[in-house]
Protein backbone atom coordinates (compact mmCIF):
# COMPACT_ATOMS: atom_id res chain seq x y z
CA UNK A 1 0.00 0.00 0.00
CA UNK A 2 0.67 3.27 -0.78
CA UNK A 3 -1.03 4.62 1.82
CA UNK A 4 -1.77 8.95 1.08
CA UNK A 5 0.16 10.45 -1.54
CA UNK A 6 0.24 13.76 -2.95
CA UNK A 7 1.49 15.55 -5.95
CA UNK A 8 2.99 17.79 -6.61
CA UNK A 9 6.25 17.65 -4.23
CA UNK A 10 7.77 20.91 -5.38
CA UNK A 11 5.93 23.88 -7.02
CA UNK A 12 7.03 27.71 -7.75
CA UNK A 13 3.97 29.69 -8.58
CA UNK A 14 3.61 33.49 -9.11
CA UNK A 15 1.36 35.83 -7.66
CA UNK A 16 -2.21 35.29 -9.23
CA UNK A 17 -1.97 31.93 -10.48
CA UNK A 18 -4.17 29.23 -9.71
CA UNK A 19 -3.07 25.57 -9.22
CA UNK A 20 -4.72 22.44 -7.74
CA UNK A 21 -2.97 20.01 -4.89
CA UNK A 22 -3.85 16.65 -5.66
CA UNK A 23 -3.90 13.35 -2.80
CA UNK A 24 -4.99 10.20 -3.19
CA UNK A 25 -4.92 7.78 -0.49
CA UNK A 26 -5.67 3.77 -0.68
CA UNK A 27 -6.05 2.83 2.74
CA UNK A 28 -9.89 2.69 2.32
CA UNK A 29 -10.20 5.67 4.80
CA UNK A 30 -13.70 7.87 4.88
CA UNK A 31 -11.71 10.70 6.44
CA UNK A 32 -9.37 13.38 4.99
CA UNK A 33 -7.94 17.06 5.66
CA UNK A 34 -5.95 19.19 3.94
CA UNK A 35 -3.30 20.66 6.73
CA UNK A 36 -0.31 23.80 5.89
CA UNK A 37 2.42 23.95 8.07
CA UNK A 38 4.37 27.30 8.33
CA UNK A 39 7.45 27.93 10.75
CA UNK A 40 6.66 28.50 14.24
CA UNK A 41 2.84 28.01 13.52
CA UNK A 42 3.01 24.00 13.40
CA UNK A 43 0.31 22.40 11.64
CA UNK A 44 -3.15 24.43 10.81
CA UNK A 45 -6.01 23.10 9.42
CA UNK A 46 -7.12 24.03 6.24
CA UNK A 47 -10.46 21.86 5.17
CA UNK A 48 -11.29 18.46 5.94
CA UNK A 49 -13.97 16.28 4.20
CA UNK A 50 -15.52 14.02 7.27
CA UNK A 51 -16.86 11.37 4.17
CA UNK A 52 -17.15 11.29 0.11
CA UNK A 53 -19.88 14.07 -0.39
CA UNK A 54 -19.13 16.76 2.32
CA UNK A 55 -16.68 19.04 2.87
CA UNK A 56 -15.90 21.77 6.12
CA UNK A 57 -13.67 24.32 6.68
CA UNK A 58 -11.06 24.46 9.00
CA UNK A 59 -9.04 26.75 10.86
CA UNK A 60 -7.61 28.97 7.73
CA UNK A 61 -9.77 28.20 4.99
CA UNK A 62 -9.78 31.82 3.14
CA UNK A 63 -7.73 31.69 -0.16
CA UNK A 64 -8.57 27.61 -0.82
CA UNK A 65 -11.17 25.76 -2.14
CA UNK A 66 -11.00 21.69 -2.18
CA UNK A 67 -12.93 18.83 -3.71
CA UNK A 68 -13.60 15.37 -2.69
CA UNK A 69 -13.39 13.35 -6.02
CA UNK A 70 -14.53 10.76 -4.16
CA UNK A 71 -13.60 8.45 -1.44
CA UNK A 72 -9.90 7.98 -2.33
CA UNK A 73 -9.38 11.31 -4.06
CA UNK A 74 -9.30 15.14 -2.36
CA UNK A 75 -7.74 18.22 -3.90
CA UNK A 76 -6.89 21.58 -2.56
CA UNK A 77 -7.10 24.37 -5.48
CA UNK A 78 -5.43 28.09 -4.92
CA UNK A 79 -7.61 30.08 -7.21
CA UNK A 80 -5.48 32.95 -6.82
CA UNK A 81 -1.87 32.55 -5.54
CA UNK A 82 -0.71 35.08 -2.55
CA UNK A 83 2.50 35.07 -1.28
CA UNK A 84 0.97 34.48 2.19
CA UNK A 85 0.45 30.69 0.88
CA UNK A 86 3.97 29.83 0.41
CA UNK A 87 3.99 26.80 3.09
CA UNK A 88 3.97 23.21 2.93
CA UNK A 89 0.87 21.39 2.85
CA UNK A 90 0.18 17.62 4.41
CA UNK A 91 -3.02 15.93 3.31
CA UNK A 92 -4.02 13.17 5.41
CA UNK A 93 -6.10 10.59 6.26
CA UNK A 94 -8.57 8.56 8.65
CA UNK A 95 -10.61 6.00 9.98
CA UNK A 96 -14.06 7.58 10.75
CA UNK A 97 -16.42 6.79 13.69
CA UNK A 98 -14.89 7.93 16.41
CA UNK A 99 -11.51 9.40 17.57
CA UNK A 100 -9.15 7.86 14.66
CA UNK A 101 -5.42 8.57 13.93
CA UNK A 102 -4.23 10.54 11.27
CA UNK A 103 -1.77 9.37 8.61
CA UNK A 104 -0.30 12.27 6.58
CA UNK A 105 0.87 12.02 2.68
CA UNK A 106 4.56 12.99 1.93
CA UNK A 107 3.58 16.84 1.84
CA UNK A 108 3.78 19.62 -1.42
CA UNK A 109 6.50 22.33 -0.96
CA UNK A 110 5.00 25.64 -2.51
CA UNK A 111 6.36 28.63 -3.18
CA UNK A 112 4.48 32.02 -4.45
CA UNK A 113 6.89 34.71 -5.92
CA UNK B 1 -3.11 31.09 25.48
CA UNK B 2 -2.55 28.80 22.70
CA UNK B 3 -4.50 25.73 22.69
CA UNK B 4 -1.74 23.54 22.34
CA UNK B 5 1.47 24.42 24.11
CA UNK B 6 4.71 22.79 23.33
CA UNK B 7 8.32 24.09 24.38
CA UNK B 8 10.20 24.78 21.07
CA UNK B 9 13.36 22.88 22.94
CA UNK B 10 15.81 22.03 21.17
CA UNK B 11 15.64 19.64 23.64
CA UNK B 12 19.73 17.88 23.69
CA UNK B 13 20.14 14.52 25.59
CA UNK B 14 23.19 12.10 25.14
CA UNK B 15 22.86 8.82 23.27
CA UNK B 16 20.93 6.57 25.85
CA UNK B 17 19.14 8.82 28.22
CA UNK B 18 15.84 9.17 28.42
CA UNK B 19 14.22 12.10 26.49
CA UNK B 20 11.22 13.54 28.40
CA UNK B 21 8.69 15.52 26.15
CA UNK B 22 5.83 17.96 27.45
CA UNK B 23 2.33 19.01 25.99
CA UNK B 24 -0.22 21.09 27.35
CA UNK B 25 -3.75 21.63 26.40
CA UNK B 26 -6.26 24.21 27.09
CA UNK B 27 -9.60 22.59 26.62
CA UNK B 28 -10.44 20.42 29.54
CA UNK B 29 -13.13 18.73 26.72
CA UNK B 30 -10.38 17.13 24.68
CA UNK B 31 -10.57 13.40 24.36
CA UNK B 32 -7.49 12.26 22.91
CA UNK B 33 -3.98 12.84 22.46
CA UNK B 34 -1.20 11.72 19.76
CA UNK B 35 2.41 11.86 19.06
CA UNK B 36 3.93 12.20 15.94
CA UNK B 37 7.41 12.45 14.57
CA UNK B 38 8.44 14.52 12.13
CA UNK B 39 12.06 14.86 10.38
CA UNK B 40 13.53 17.69 8.85
CA UNK B 41 11.87 17.81 5.43
CA UNK B 42 9.56 14.96 5.99
CA UNK B 43 6.05 14.72 6.89
CA UNK B 44 4.47 13.80 10.27
CA UNK B 45 4.84 9.83 11.56
CA UNK B 46 2.06 8.69 14.23
CA UNK B 47 4.27 7.57 17.29
CA UNK B 48 1.77 6.75 19.91
CA UNK B 49 -1.78 7.73 20.99
CA UNK B 50 -3.65 8.19 24.76
CA UNK B 51 -6.83 8.39 25.73
CA UNK B 52 -6.94 7.57 29.32
CA UNK B 53 -5.18 8.88 32.07
CA UNK B 54 -1.90 6.84 33.09
CA UNK B 55 1.09 5.50 31.33
CA UNK B 56 0.93 3.31 27.79
CA UNK B 57 3.86 2.14 26.94
CA UNK B 58 5.29 1.16 23.38
CA UNK B 59 8.68 -0.29 22.82
CA UNK B 60 11.33 2.63 24.07
CA UNK B 61 8.37 5.04 23.88
CA UNK B 62 5.77 6.03 27.15
CA UNK B 63 3.31 8.39 26.46
CA UNK B 64 1.87 9.89 29.84
CA UNK B 65 -1.57 11.83 30.04
CA UNK B 66 -2.95 13.83 33.13
CA UNK B 67 -6.44 15.30 32.37
CA UNK B 68 -6.50 17.09 35.61
CA UNK B 69 -3.64 18.92 34.72
CA UNK B 70 -4.17 19.10 31.23
CA UNK B 71 -0.88 17.93 30.40
CA UNK B 72 0.65 14.47 27.95
CA UNK B 73 4.03 13.75 27.88
CA UNK B 74 6.44 11.44 25.40
CA UNK B 75 8.92 9.80 27.30
CA UNK B 76 12.00 8.17 24.85
CA UNK B 77 14.13 5.32 27.01
CA UNK B 78 17.56 4.44 25.55
CA UNK B 79 17.53 7.47 22.99
CA UNK B 80 19.19 7.19 19.92
CA UNK B 81 20.90 9.30 17.21
CA UNK B 82 17.81 8.24 14.99
CA UNK B 83 15.32 9.78 17.35
CA UNK B 84 16.60 13.06 16.73
CA UNK B 85 13.61 14.93 15.23
CA UNK B 86 10.77 17.57 16.29
CA UNK B 87 8.18 15.70 17.79
CA UNK B 88 4.69 17.34 17.47
CA UNK B 89 1.74 17.06 20.09
CA UNK B 90 -1.75 16.77 19.18
CA UNK B 91 -5.21 17.08 20.50
CA UNK B 92 -8.82 16.38 19.68
CA UNK B 93 -10.81 18.43 20.99
CA UNK B 94 -13.77 15.96 20.14
CA UNK B 95 -17.13 17.93 18.63
CA UNK B 96 -17.26 15.71 15.53
CA UNK B 97 -14.75 16.02 12.37
CA UNK B 98 -12.28 14.12 14.26
CA UNK B 99 -9.88 17.43 13.95
CA UNK B 100 -6.81 17.46 15.52
CA UNK B 101 -4.97 20.96 16.72
CA UNK B 102 -1.29 20.62 16.72
CA UNK B 103 1.40 22.22 18.78
CA UNK B 104 4.42 23.43 17.14
CA UNK B 105 6.88 20.63 18.41
CA UNK B 106 9.78 20.28 20.43
CA UNK B 107 12.82 19.40 18.34
CA UNK B 108 15.02 17.16 20.54
CA UNK B 109 18.51 16.53 19.41
CA UNK B 110 20.17 13.09 20.96
CA UNK B 111 24.05 13.98 21.01
CA UNK B 112 26.88 10.84 20.70
Known amino acids: NAGVTQTPKFQVLKTGQSMTLQCAQD?????MYWYRQDPGMGLRLIYY???????DKGEVPNGYNVSRLNKREFSLRLESAAPSQTSVYFC????????????FGPGTRLTVL | QKEVEQNSGPLSVPEGAIASLNCTYS??????FFWYRQYSGKSPELIMS????GDKEDGRFTAQLNKASQYVSLLIRDSQPSDSATYLC????????????FGTGTQLKVEL
Open chain 1, 92 to 103: ASSESGGIKAQY
Open chain 1, 27 to 31: MNHNS
Open chain 1, 49 to 55: SASEGTT
Open chain 2, 27 to 32: DRGSQS
Open chain 2, 50 to 53: IYSN
Open chain 2, 90 to 101: AVNRGGGGNKLT
